[in-house]
């Protein structure tokens, strides 16, 4: 197998890897659509929530710092190393991991430009993959969420499996499977689309004559490439002595954590931009234009149900999730988008016209302006309070930028703040949210942050002690508006008497 997961590298030919001419102004158009729907956001710091996590603890790990010994959360190590790479290349600033973040979007739009001309011309093609870059960003992937960086991963084990009948498809599906398994080190939650792509190789070898021996021995080396990443990984942290801190973060708190549910009735307005066109997609198919090539339409709209599992796997779905979904939806619209039949051109025009109502960038950019300058606001008004030795900022609701920007120490590993103040960590982080709280406040951090508005359930007891000890001993900073939140810094009042 791995001679001929080797063979398989080696052949362009095989692999298709170098583009036709008649390609190159599609991936120009494809270009300026990755930078139309994502620029606007290059610098800032605070685009999104959860990233601003990962960039602290990537820029973190180019310093010497370890995630869940040093600094805590239960992504996959391989996210974070995303992140430490692209601070490593472009240093600490947010602009780092948001070009890292625009080269993945690029290379997903290029795949579903490809597997796309499987059943449909270049201009379709074009169309399909510019409607995913805008469908991204709408659902969240706009700056640096996990789901830009694993959707192409598996956009790629789907480019891969999608022939059976190749000479090379048991080393392709090799390839796949290790992509699939660096995915899982993006995000676990891809564990249905990888065995799904893993089921359909192996299906390929059953029609191909293989018999159950040999699909054994096949399905056993597919699961192995796939855990490999994650058991480097391990091997690792077993090495530096921390397997336990590894095994309970990636492994055990995601099954701690108290699930809010899947299904939520505020989702339902928001599923219309994926919703709507692969009903239609799916209608165009049956009734009005059949794809010229149904297996592969048909691996399309499978692909689409394990994602659906990927995006239901945890027990708490948030609506960025279904970025998920995103370029599953494009290729099953492709009937309908097809500009080879009469009203191919009108909705094509439609599909994107849409989303880019939706998306409102220039709403958007002014919206992005206003948030990095009270970002800078923030940063300049604690950072005289804060050291990085002593005197410690700390984040109990905010954002999490500010342990950067600031240039303060750290109270705790768990900086994120939906660790210690949401209800729904409760048992899941190895400490006692209470304990680990007022550990925090003994040490009397210089500045603490909080917010009027939670994002998240908020734990009784941990708001109660924050609540009692800025009004203890400490007194309001500055307070500004942020992602529609009220956010206020408390100083402590021996480090800025009134």
């Known amino acids: 197998m791995l001679a001929s997961v080797g063979t398989m590298v080696r052949s362009g030919r095989r692999l298709h890897a170098i583009p036709r001419l008649g390609d190159w102004p599609a991936f120009a158009v494809l270009a300026l659509v990755v930078l139309a729907t994502r620029a606007l956001w290059f610098?800032?710091?605070v685009a999104d929530f959860d990233e601003q996590l990962y960039s602290f603890i990537g820029w973190r790990m180019t310093q010497g710092d370890l995630p869940y010994a040093d600094l805590w959360d239960r992504k996959p190590f391989g996210l974070f190393a995303i992140y430490a790479l692209a601070h490593w290349l472009f240093g600490p600033e947010a602009i780092a991991y948001q070009l890292v973040a625009?080269?993945?979007a690029f290379?997903?739009?290029?795949?579903?430009?490809?597997?796309?001309?499987?059943?449909?011309?270049r201009v379709s093609a074009t169309f399909a993959g510019s409607l995913y870059l805008m469908l991204m960003a709408l659902y969240g992937s706009q700056s640096g969420q996990s789901e830009i960086f694993h959707t192409p991963l598996m956009l790629g084990m789907l480019w891969l499996v999608r022939d059976w009948r190749r000479p090379d498809a048991v080393g392709r599906a090799a390839f796949a499977m290790l992509l699939g398994g660096i995915a899982l080190q993006v995000?676990?939650?891809?564990?249905p689309q990888c065995a799904f792509f893993g089921a359909y190789a192996l299906y390929g070898q059953w029609r191909s004559g293989a018999g159950l021996p040999r699909l054994a021995g096949l399905a056993v080396s597919f699961a192995a490439l796939g855990v490999l990443p994650t058991a480097l990984v391990g091997a690792l942290y077993a090495l530096w002595g921390q397997f336990d801190a590894f095994w309970f973060a990636n492994f055990v708190s995601f099954f701690d954590r108290i699930p809010a549910g899947r299904f939520h009735r505020a989702h339902l307005t928001g599923l219309y931009p994926l919703a709507v066109p692969a009903a239609l997609g799916l209608y165009a198919a049956l009734r009005l234009n059949q794809p010229r090539d149904w297996p592969t339409y048909g691996l399309f709209a499978g692909w689409t149900l394990s994602t659906i599992g990927t995006v239901l796997l945890p027990g708490t779905v948030y609506i960025y999730y279904y970025a998920a979904l995103a370029p599953c939806v494009v290729l099953l619209v492709l009937p309908l988008i097809d500009l080879r039949i009469r009203f191919g051109i009108v909705a094509a025009m439609l599909m994107v016209i849409g989303p880019g109502r939706?998306?409102?960038l220039p709403d958007r950019y002014?919206?992005?302006?206003?948030?990095?300058?009270?970002?800078a606001r923030l940063s300049a008004a604690i950072a005289p309070h804060v050291d990085a030795k002593r005197d410690c900022l700390y984040v109990f609701d905010g954002p999490t930028a500010l342990y950067r920007t600031?240039?303060?120490c750290l109270p705790t590993r768990f900086i994120y703040p939906d660790h210690l103040n949401n209800a729904l960590e409760s048992g899941s982080?190895?400490?006692?949210?209470?304990?680990?709280?007022?550990?925090?406040?003994a040490t009397r951090p210089g500045v603490i942050v909080t917010a009027d508005d939670p994002v998240t359930i908020q734990r009784e007891e941990s708001l109660a002690l924050v609540t009692a000890a800025v009004w203890a001993d400490y007194r309001p900073l500055i307070t500004a508006s942020l992602h529609d939140r009220g956010i206020t810094a408390w100083v402590r009042r021996d480090l800025s008497p009134t």
């Open 366 to 375: 002014a919206y992005s302006q206003t948030e990095r300058r009270v970002a």
């Open 406 to 408: 600031t240039g303060t």
């Open 43 to 45: 610098g800032d710091p």
């Open 102 to 104: 625009a080269a993945s």
């Open 429 to 441: 982080l190895g400490v006692s949210q209470t304990e680990e709280l007022a550990r925090i406040l």
């Open 358 to 360: 939706l998306l409102d």
């Open 107 to 121: 290379a997903g739009a290029i795949l579903v430009f490809a597997l796309s001309r499987q059943l449909v011309d």
């Open 187 to 191: 995000k676990y939650t891809v564990l």
